[in-house]
């Protein structure tokens, strides 16, 4: 009894001991495990990347990776749902601002190497950031956290698109359509993003939609004003387009871009901009393009002018006044123009043809050399008179003998 006794006291304390020893090395290799996840266009076209345990809490000292390898042609849209990283809050009456010194969801491109070549974004905070297409078909997402303050995390929409719409601008200004305009627009998932940058620190962008028709739960069009920092990435942004925002928007003092994203899940919606980059000059300053009547302290490029879309703003129309045809007129007359050569033309060629004819005519009325149909009528003809003429001196040459012999009678 007393060895047995002994002997599972012993074995208790043997599993004791490897249980105090052997699960915080569990514990450990757990929280050591690689955190990193890969998606490709081929398995993955679309899907949704989210934080550690979200909704809860994510955990402390965490280091994962997403990475989204797309084809070549194709690109990535990133939508962000949810954003809740330890950093400052956000005040409801000031735009997104992105310092993080703690934890932080960053967004780079990659190369075909998978290397990183440029970074898109570092979030944290409560502010949700707004939409990202990058410019290559390759990116990764890194969430870092340390060990102090845990909060909800993020989740993150993805999908790879090959649409050939959107795209970055620096230029005067120009105009947004949805894809097919004014037209449905023609495929099943369509996304679009267009980037107008400032290009001067002295210019601000003026965004104008002249028709919108966004009434449906699958369409949506959104606006943002953004500000980078040297090295390109995203230092704030704020939306300033929403569906009962005026029409009209203008960058702020500090922002560098507007953002405009267009997406059409059902091949429903539409719409048409006008954008305008101005500069702003005093009373008695010198405009060296074209300067708004209404608008006075607002100078735009003179390409803009009478260019068929309002750029001064949606109350003045100064630059779309007093507009002259260019020089050759209209298209109306280009076409007539147009008409009128082809039928004289169409009239040169009637007038040689009877020509032609005539001079064909007058040279058979001439005796001269016929064509060879019209010498075997002729021939024909004159074989014809000449039977006739044997035939009728025949006859005349009978009668006078018949007249002969009855004189002989006589």
């Given amino acids: 009894m007393a060895c047995n006794a002994v ?18 090395a569990v514990k450990l290799a757990q929280s050591q495990e690689p955190c990193r996840y890969v998606y490709s266009s081929e398995d993955s076209p679309d899907g949704v ?3 550690p345990g979200f909704p809860e809490d994510y955990p402390e000292s965490q280091f994962c990776t997403y990475v989204l ?3 070549p042609g194709e690109r990535l849209r990133l939508k962000f749902n949810a954003l809740q990283i330890e950093g400052a809050p956000h005040e409801s009456n000031r735009p997104c601002f992105f310092t993080c010194h703690h934890d932080y969801l960053e967004v780079e491109e990659l190369n075909d190497a998978d290397q990183p070549v440029r970074t ?102 959104e606006t943002y004003q953004v500000k980078h920092d040297v090295t390109g990435a995203l ?23 507007l953002i405009v994203s267009f997406t059409s899940k059902t091949g429903r919606g539409r719409f048409q901009a006008s954008w305008t980059q101005f500069t702003h000059i005093p009373a008695n300053g010198t405009c060296a393009g074209f300067r708004c ?45 147009v008409v009128a050569l082809v039928l004289a ?11 032609h004819a005539y001079r064909q005519r007058q040279v058979d009325k001439r005796g001269r050399p016929l064509r060879s149909t019209d010498a075997r009528a002729s021939t024909r003809s004159n074989r014809r008179l000449k039977e006739n003429m044997k035939v009728s001196g ?14 002989v009678h006589t």
């Fill in 235 to 257: 230092v704030f942004a704020e939306p300033v387009k929403t569906s009962d925002s005026p029409d009209v928007m203008e960058t702020a003092p500090d922002a560098t871009a």
């Fill in 7 to 24: 002997g599972r006291g012993y074995v208790w304390g043997v599993l004791a001991l490897l249980t105090v020893t052997l699960l915080p």
């Fill in 345 to 355: 033309v169409l009239l040169l060629i009637a007038a040689a043809c009877v020509g």
């Fill in 120 to 221: 898109l974004g570092r979030y944290c905070g409560d502010c949700v950031p707004p939409a990202l297409v990058t410019s290559r078909p390759r990116a990764q997402l890194t969430f870092v956290t340390d060990e102090t303050k845990n909060y909800g995390g993020f989740q993150v929409d993805f999908n790879f698109i090959t649409n050939d719409c959107g795209g970055t601008y620096r230029v005067a200004g120009g105009v947004l359509e949805s894809p097919g305009y004014p037209g449905p627009v023609p495929a099943d998932v369509f996304q679009c993003e267009w980037i107008l940058e400032l290009s001067s620190p002295n210019n601000d962008v003026s965004l104008q939609f002249l028709e919108t028709d966004i009434a449906y739960e699958d369409a949506e069009l």
């Fill in 49 to 51: 990347i989210a934080s």
């Fill in 69 to 71: 390898q797309g084809k």
């Fill in 293 to 337: 009547a209404e608008h006075a302290g607002r100078c735009i490029h003179t390409a803009l002018v009478c260019n068929g879309f309002p750029n001064c703003g949606s109350t003045d129309t100064s630059d779309e006044r007093d507009c002259q045809p260019l020089p050759g007129g209209s298209d109306n007359v280009v076409v007539g123009i």
């Fill in 394 to 407: 025949e006859e005349d040459e009978e009668e006078a003998r018949g007249l002969r012999d009855g004189n």
